[in-house]
């Protein structure tokens, strides 16, 4: 089974969303964890709601710390765009493709959504082209 790890840096929303995501769409045919390099102390209140949106709870999820043990288990890295910040994944890993999304962090609940929905529009052609 294919694992993927989405990174960011502070694993509090994107990368939240997007493990969640992957999990529900791909129904257990593949795996998913997110991780960060300077973890939050908690996911993304605006995180949780809008994921609430779409039925998919993450109020039990936690921010973690990024490992080398994630690194080497995982067949697919993905950064969620954070490629401008001096502790983003994406400059220490050559091994990850880069999503782009824009960080809703600060911004209003649509930001959040509008984060979710390009999240989520990846995620399932990600596991498209797994199927292949």
Same mark, same amino acid.
């Given at each position: 089974m294919k694992k993927v790890l989405f990174l960011c840096v502070g694993n509090s929303c994107r990368s939240q969303m997007a493990e969640a995501l992957f999990r529900h769409h791909a129904r257990?045919? =593949?795996? #998913?964890? +997110? /991780?960060?390099?300077?973890? =939050?102390? #908690?996911? +993304? /209140?605006l995180a949780i709601e809008v994921m609430r949106e779409r039925g998919i709870d993450i109020s039990a999820q936690r921010p973690k710390a990024l490992t080398l043990e994630m690194v080497k288990d995982a067949d697919i890295r993905i950064s969620m765009g954070c490629g401008v910040e001096r502790s983003?994944?994406?400059?220490y890993l050559n091994l990850f493709e880069d999503w782009t999304i824009e960080d809703p962090y600060g911004g209003t609940v649509e930001d959040y959504r509008r984060a979710r929905d390009d999240i989520e529009k990846k995620v399932l052609a990600l596991i498209d082209s797994l199927a292949k």
């Open positions: 257990g045919k =593949a795996g #998913a964890m +997110s /991780a960060g390099t300077k973890p =939050a102390k #908690a996911v +993304s /209140a983003c994944p994406a400059l």
